[in-house]
């Protein structure tokens, strides 16, 4: 196996250019790539279209930003795609004030648009959010006598992902419930980065126990586990 | 009978809590929404006989951890710290709601904004005002077995949250089974709320007064419910 090659969180950063649609993973900044984000956020790139979970945390009593908040913060985002803001008031304002677009998705929706993008699908039928906004503007189908819904399939031309442990060929392992969107994400992208915690040597991981196949994976950065 | 005495509503999440947890039977799944449904952890039987569903990604969530257990790699739903019981498992957010979606979990219990006597819920969103968004609510209300909406009876300002039609914009229609607030349980029947049980100090007629819904109640509501008048903490 070939290894992939390992950069800088700022590098990684470099990846990503002006209109870029940018799939994020992370749920409540659990599973985020902390590293890579902090770098993105400190950099020119703008009018970026975010996939993600949730727009992390914005807290305006506190003053409190983390995650891809500070995308947010910074007008790097013009639309968002995503199934909670509520932790980021700044997101919300944005939104009142035609700032930037939010689309607001189920997040199972979101999860299986996502996968969809990733395994080549033309999308999934799901009867959530039938009756709702979400069904607004969405095609009905009826299959055995039930109305369902029609999501269409997600791609990004950057996944920024967060994994525990990679070896050296890409292979990915997540820990705990920071795994969520992440595997679905690495599918689902022209360029796929993973910021890990460790990258050990190919070999060592137990092929029986990695979660994402390396053949999903383009980067690999290595950063310390940020505390949020 | 109405009291002689004018009956003064107290806010009680804790009932609420404390009364759900008791519907639960031993092995079931259950998903707790953010907020007052969180709550509903606390008074569940301490040995894991209920499993805990969390839409981020884990099935048999534990209590939460000490200042020492405390992994950032591991939170419920709502973003706060957790702990994973001896036999639970994590996954990824498609796999996840899979589960919910495909009718793998008993019960869910989750916040309101309005309900209304179709079972319609409203709960995640305000326009132009505050706009969490759905999350995982739509998913829950469409594919877990029984959906209860657990909320305070009144607004702050004195409003009932239970009304004959939502007028927010819903999460979902027609789903809600269970509405338990701080006056009693409440099942959606036929177009309208059956007050199944009510809570002392307050009485049937009194509920149905004070609330802008239709509501029947039978004989068990008319009884109470003296079990739940314990105080608060105690089970």
Redesign the interface.
Known sequence: MKDKPIISAVEASQLIFNGNCLMVGG?????APHSILAALGGSEVRDLTLIA??TAVHDFTSGRVTGVGHLVKNHQIKKVI??????NQET?RQ??AGEVE?E?V???????Q??AGGAGLGGVL?????????AEGKQVVIVGGRSLLVAVPLHADVALIKA?KADRAGNLV???????????MATAATLVIAEVEEIVDTGMLDPDSI?TPSLFVDYLVCAD?L?? | MESAVPLVYVANKEIIARRIAKMFHSGDVVNLGIGLPTLVEKYLPSDGDIVLQSEDGALGLGPPPSESQKDGDLIDAGGGAATLRTGGCFFDSATSFGMIRGGHIDYTVLGVLEVDQEGNLANYKVPGKRVPGMGGAMDLCIGARVVIAATLHFQPSGASRLRRRCTLPLTAAGAVHLVVTDLGVFSVEAGRFRLTECFAPYTPQWVKEHTDADIVFTETAEQGNEELLLPVGVV
Not at chain 1, 174 to 184: E, V, W
């Open positions: 749920f409540m900044d659990c599973g979970n949730d995503a199934s909670h803001i509520g932790a919300q939104m009142n939010v607001l189920p997040q199972g929706t979101l999860a299986e996502i996968r799901t009867p959530t959010g039938l009756g709702t906004e979400a525990r997540f820990h705990g419930t920071a795994r969520n969107f992440n595997p679905l979660h586990k505390e949020w």
